[in-house]
T-cell receptor
Framework: GESVGLHLPTLSVQEGDNSIINCAYS??????FIWYKQESGKGPQFIID?????DKRQGQRVTVLLNKTVKHLSLQIAATQPGDSAVYFC???????????FGKGTLLTVNP | DGGITQSPKYLFRKEGQNVTLSCEQN?????MYWYRQDPGQGLRLIYY???????QKGDIAEGYSVSREKKESFPLTVTSAQKNPTAFYLC?????????????FGQGTRLTVV
């Protein structure tokens, strides 16, 4: 079965609010994680990544938090905008060969 | 601009026919990948290639074939053996095989069996 999954399949927020998208993983050997954004009918776009030797990484309006103790990953989006509406996937890297395993995704809807 | 180009964007196939999806990249990336995405699902790995003239099966390779004759190109053939080929297909590349490396994706090909 899936080793990377999401707690919430859908998330609806008001414009300007902060959004938090969660992801659980089961493989403790995973050492690299990526968040992707996918708009309807398009390919995924890289948002931010984090290695297992870190617990937090910040980008522009986004922060990724990694809790290895409970194998949990989250993506925080500050001041969410309508253009942030999309499906967000977390992905983990396993093993020495590059293979990303994706979760099912969370649909984020931003209401004006 | 560098990137990954998938073509066509939409493709229709009759049952029993093979069809080939194109993926070209000008990023000078060594590794390329094909994923399948079904509605409401995550991406599943079909095949990947770490270097020219070499490729490996992913998690759902049955009914698919690939070739990697050139660094820039990684075409995917959906054969008649693939029983449920209707899906959104995504090609990706990474600068090198191995962990800790970001994948760049194309815009996808939506394949429909008619």
């Amino acid at each position: 079965g899936e080793s990377v999954g999401l707690h919430l399949p859908t998330l609806s927020v008001q414009e300007g609010d902060n959004s938090i998208i969660n992801c659980a993983y089961s493989n403790s050997a995973s050492d690299y994680f990526i968040w992707y954004k996918q708009e309807s009918g398009k390919g995924p776009q890289f948002i931010i990544d984090i290695r297992s030797n870190m617990d937090k990484r910040q980008g522009q309006r986004v922060t990724v938090l990694l809790n290895k103790t409970v194998k949990h990953l989250s993506l925080q989006i500050a001041a969410t905008q309508p253009g942030d509406s999309a499906v967000y996937f977390c992905a983990e890297n396993r093993g020495s060969n590059y293979k990303l395993t994706f979760g099912k995704g969370t649909l984020l809807t931003v209401n004006p | 601009d560098g990137g990954i180009t998938q073509s066509p964007k939409y493709l229709f196939r009759k049952e029993g026919q093979n069809v080939t999806l194109s993926c070209e990249q000008n990023l000078n990336h060594d590794a390329m990948y094909w994923y399948r995405q079904d509605p409401g699902q995550g991406l599943r790995l079909i095949y990947y290639s770490q270097i020219v003239n070499d490729f490996q099966k992913g998690d759902i390779a049955e009914g698919y074939s690939v070739s990697r004759e050139k660094k820039e190109s990684f075409p995917l053939t959906v054969t008649s053996a693939q029983k449920n080929p209707t899906a959104f297909y995504l090609c990706a590349s990474t600068v090198a095989p191995g962990p800790n490396t970001e994948a760049f994706f194309g815009q996808g090909t939506r394949l429909t069996v008619v």
